[in-house]
């Protein structure tokens, strides 16, 4: 026969389970707030995600450009591609850069007021280096930039500038202009610190060489420009733009398109001590009869038959014939 629970296990039976569901209810509770992001009024987001996306897209072609121009100056390989877009506070961009640091302030008309460009050691001991004809110059951590090194980090960063505005051209035409060189962030606050900022990181690789190039966006700097950094906008304004029909504008281009005219003799072989002898006055007997007419040639690719004459005080060719390849 079963064994009968009395009244006070039965009440603490019951406690028991009332204490195990309410420990459940809190696990889940737990579980549910590990997914919960705080959020933080004093940085709401400033950056729609239309903005974000526009500004990815524009970074990717810079990133390509850029990795053009370096493997042409240092002869070697070189990678790079958009790491990130964060949007952070001015404050917390400034607090995450190492010392030293080279921070390039420039500015972006029509965008407004100033904006950074942060390299990271490992990246300037790569240019300088490579600069220099060597590979990498390992420099110490702590050491400052020399005034030589800054020089030459200065001309390599007006030309990084060309391809930041030629990626921008799709959007907006930028004129960038370089203000001034700083290594040090103290020295480098363009913006209020609580002004949020969109920060891009883009990994760069050198040969073995990697390091990082960040690009600081404040948001007051393209309140000016906002309605154009919508993809929307972009597709509405080629709908709305009168577009010349296909073959018109392909005919104008080719009737205004300059093609280089020769007209020419036959050839006519001579040796090398022959050609040394040469004085004033020389005349040299030419392979091509009186009466035989001159080739014409359009970048050099033979296209009529032509006599020679003159025009006035000048000399000039008449056409006589078309000359026909074998496709035609």
Not at 194 to 216: F, K, P, Q, Y
Not at 259 to 275: E, G, K, L, Q, R
Not at 280 to 296: A, F, R, S, T, Y
Not at 313 to 326: F, M, N
Request: aromatic share 8%; charged share 20%.
């Amino acid at each position: 026969m079963a064994e009968i629970l009395s009244q006070a296990e039965i009440d603490e039976l019951i406690n028991e389970l009332a204490v195990g569901a309410v420990n459940e209810a809190n696990e889940k509770q737990g579980d549910n707030l590990l997914h919960i992001k705080p959020y933080d009024f004093k940085t709401a987001n400033r950056f729609p995600k239309e903005q974000i996306r526009t500004i990815n897209i524009v970074f990717q072609n810079f990133t390509q450009l850029l990795a053009n121009y370096f493997t042409g100056i240092f002869r070697v390989s070189c990678e790079m591609e958009v790491l990130s877009i964060e949007e952070l506070t001015f404050n917390e961009f400034n607090n995450a850069l190492g010392t030293p640091v080279v921070l390039a302030v420039f500015n972006a008309p029509p965008l407004d007021g100033s904006l950074l460009m942060q390299m990271s050691v490992e990246v300037v001991d790569a240019v300088i280096g490579r600069l220099l004809g060597g590979t990498s110059t390992k420099m110490d951590s702590k050491k400052t930039f020399t005034a030589i090194e800054l020089s030459i980090l200065e001309r390599v960063i007006r030309q990084m500038f060309h391809n930041f505005d030629e990626a921008w051209t799709k959007v907006i035409k930028l004129k960038s202009n370089l203000e001034r060189l700083e290594t040090s962030s103290q020295f480098a606050q363009i913006i209020d610190l609580n002004e949020a900022t969109a920060v891009v990181t883009i990994n760069v690789r050198i040969g073995e060489d990697t390091g990082v190039i960040s690009v600081c966006i404040p948001h007051m700097a393209i309140e000016p420009v906002a309605k154009q950094l919508n993809t929307r906008s972009w597709f509405s304004g080629t709908q709305n733009r009168k577009v010349m029909p296909k073959v018109d504008y392909l005919q104008k281009k080719v009737f205004n398109t300059s093609v280089p005219i020769y007209a020419v003799f036959n050839n006519t072989t001579a040796t090398v001590s022959d050609i040394a002898k040469l004085q004033v006055g020389d005349v040299i007997q030419l392979e091509h009869k009186v009466g035989q007419p001159l080739i014409v040639k359009l970048q050099h690719i033979p296209k009529f038959h032509a006599s020679i004459g003159r025009k006035g005080k000048k000399y000039a060719v008449k056409i006589e014939s078309v000359l026909k390849g074998e496709d035609q």
